[in-house]
Nanobody, 125 residues
C-alpha cells in the first residue's frame, strides 16, 4: 500500500484547507484511515480517522467541530477538511492506513501499518 498526501500550504488564521490522501495498492484490506500531525518539537498525535468500510469517524478533541474527515472509496482517497484554522494547527500532517481488524475506528498510531510522506500546514496569526 502506498499513501500520497497533498493539499497542505500556508493559510491565515480562520481560513480553510482540504488535505487529500490517495491510497494505492492492496487497499481492499484497509480497516481505518487516519490523519495524524506533528508540530515542531512535539510528538506526532492523532487528528481524525474513518472506517474504510463504513462512515464511522473519530476526532481529537482539539479539532472537533472544525475538521471533517471523509472518503471516496471509488477514488481510494480520504480527505480532511480543515476550517477555522488556528496557529496551533500548524504541523506536518500524515495520513496512515490500518489493516488490523478492529470493530472501532483505530486512533492509536500502533494500529497503523502504512504511512504517507506528510504535508506541511502552516497557519499564520
Amino acid at each position: 500500500v502506498q499513501l500520497q498526501a497533498s493539499g497542505g500550504g500556508l493559510v491565515q488564521a480562520g481560513g480553510s484547507l482540504r488535505l487529500s490522501c490517495a491510497a494505492s495498492g492492496r487497499t481492499f484490506s484497509s480497516n481505518s484511515i487516519a490523519w495524524f500531525r506533528q508540530a515542531p518539537g512535539k510528538e506526532r498525535v492523532f487528528v481524525a480517522a474513518i472506517k474504510w468500510g463504513g462512515n464511522s469517524a473519530r476526532y481529537a478533541d482539539s479539532v472537533k467541530g472544525r475538521f471533517t474527515i471523509s472518503k471516496d472509496n471509488v477514488k481510494n482517497t480520504v480527505y480532511l477538511q480543515m476550517n477555522s484554522l488556528k496557529p496551533e494547527d500548524t504541523a506536518v500532517y500524515y495520513c496512515a492506513l490500518s489493516t488490523q481488524l478492529s470493530a472501532a475506528v483505530a486512533t492509536a498510531q500502533s494500529w497503523y501499518d502504512y504511512w504517507g510522506q506528510g504535508t506541511q500546514v502552516t497557519v499564520s496569526s
